[in-house]
């Protein structure tokens, strides 16, 4: 008898409960438990998640970079520093912090960028960018090209852009729909309107309205992109977003006392806005979405989607100048 016809008792009955219906329901295999042996690896290895901070010169990018360290997402993890300003950012920097919550892992990677925007001349600004995330695909391609390749490769490679609309009220500026134009097409971008704080309610919703038409306009195509949902439960999560999008955000890295609680915010002469309340600004949606709802799934777009395009791009390079590369090589490159 071959081994396919065997029957197969994994569960000799002994006794009541549980056991003995599993033992005597012979049409349970226990494909079921295959969500227990995922999470256990899953809590094993931990997430990493990389986030860029794109836009122009002062709108924030590094104090939104601080609020979300502070917010509730590691408030733990970070030391006061409590009257430190924030200096212009001059080069690109990451900033890793290792979150722990109910036993989980994660490594946050925030990757701050110099604003553009200053210059005379601002055509080409988008290239280090561009270059930054291009040579973290690139890194990631030589280690999965390697003949004895690690069993994990260390993901550098930018998840998810924050791109930083200046809130004018009008709308988008030819740098910007240039800018996300490029950046769309290499990686997840978010848009958020910057220092939403400026702008009174209905600025805010007619703003926002304004630049979905213009990202529909010029063809750009922001996270969550519609034509990954999978299926209709997807689409209509997704939809909320996309209605949702740009997110409105407020940064600060100062914390204050309120009625006893410890809340972030911006305090003014009439008053103090709350960074996490949403009744305020929709920080706390964008880190949802970042964290909380979309983490995996922005993950699985950057590898299935933006990182395997530019690996057929550069194998198709590689292949056009086969005979320069040794043979063996090349074969480790067609492995996915
Ligand atoms: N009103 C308001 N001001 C903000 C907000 N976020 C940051 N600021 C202030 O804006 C100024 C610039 O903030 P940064 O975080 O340094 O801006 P940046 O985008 O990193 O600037 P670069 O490094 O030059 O690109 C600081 O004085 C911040 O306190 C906000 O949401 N609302
Ligand atoms: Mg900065």
């Not at 004018?168 to 910007?176: F, K, N, S, V």
């Not at 996270?223 to 409105?248: C, G, V, W």
Request: aromatic letters at 8%; proline letters at 5%.
């Amino acid at each position: 008898m071959s081994d396919y016809t065997k029957p197969h008792h994994p569960n000799p009955p002994h006794g009541k409960g549980d056991k003995a219906h599993h033992a005597s329901d012979f049409s349970y295999v226990g494909i079921d438990a295959i969500l227990e042996q995922m999470r256990r690896k899953a809590m094993k290895q931990g997430f990493e998640l990389n986030i860029m901070v794109v836009g122009q010169s002062g709108l924030g990018k590094s104090t939104l970079m601080n609020t979300l360290f502070k917010s509730k997402v590691s408030r733990k993890s970070v030391e006061p520093n409590a009257e430190d300003r924030i200096p212009k950012t001059v080069e690109i920097k990451s900033i890793s912090h290792d979150i722990e919550e109910k036993g989980v892992r994660m490594k946050l990677t925030v990757i701050d960028t110099p604003g553009f925007g200053d210059q005379i001349n601002n055509e080409n600004c988008w290239q280090p960018i561009m270059k930054f995330i291009n040579d973290q695909y690139e890194a990631y391609l030589q280690e999965e090209i390697n003949i004895d390749r690690k069993k994990r490769i260390p993901d550098s490679r930018v998840h998810c852009c924050i791109y930083f609309i200046p809130p004018t009220g009008h709308c988008l500026r030819p740098l910007d729909v240039e800018f996300m134009k490029r950046l769309s097409k290499v990686v997840n971008i978010v848009p958020v309107i910057a220092k939403a704080d400026t702008l009174t309610l209905e600025e805010r919703d007619y703003f926002k309205q304004t630049i979905r038409e213009e990202l529909r306009a010029n063809d750009i195509d922001v996270y969550p992109q519609k034509e990954f949902d999978e299926d209709a439960e997807d689409r209509m999560i997704n939809d909320k977003i996309r209605e949702m999008i740009p997110f409105a955000v407020v940064g600060s890295d100062q914390e204050y006392q309120e009625n006893g609680k410890r809340i972030l915010g911006r305090r003014t002469k009439w008053g103090t806005i709350e960074v996490e309340n949403i009744a305020h600004c929709e920080f706390a949606y964008l880190r949802d979405l970042l964290i909380r709802t979309h983490m995996q799934n922005i993950k699985d777009i950057t590898g299935s989607i933006h990182y395997e395009t530019y690996r057929v791009r550069r194998l198709n390079e590689s292949n056009s100048h086969l005979s320069s590369h040794p043979p063996e090589q090349m074969c480790a490159m067609i492995v996915p």
